[in-house]
């Protein structure tokens, strides 16, 4: 069995929050957290170990708290997806 630890929290915040949050970075955030705290419950259940745990945790933390400007590129980028769509819609 996989997880189970925290009752498959980050399927509900998956379900809840990621691609609900009326922005691009919060969504994109969220979509990330997810896999931090799927690993969480994860390693806390025994499934992984905390060594995969830790490189997902600094993984979230380098994308979201180290690299401003990757963070605004990123924004960018989804904005530039969405116009591209909104213009393709029409």
């Known amino acids: 069995m996989s997880g189970g630890s925290y009752n498959y929290l980050f399927g509900q915040v998956d379900n809840e929050y990621v691609g609900s949050m ?3 970075e919060l969504n ?13 419950e994860w390693w806390q259940s025994g499934d992984i170990g905390e060594e995969e745990y830790r ?13 401003r400007v990757g963070i605004n590129n990123r924004t960018v980028i989804g904005i530039l997806k969405d116009a591209i769509k909104e213009i393709e819609d029409l």
């Open 55 to 67: 490189k997902t945790v600094k993984g979230f933390k380098d994308r979201w708290f180290g690299n």
């Open 28 to 40: 994109d955030m969220m979509y990330d957290l997810v896999k931090v705290l799927k690993d969480l």
């Open 22 to 24: 009326f922005d691009i």
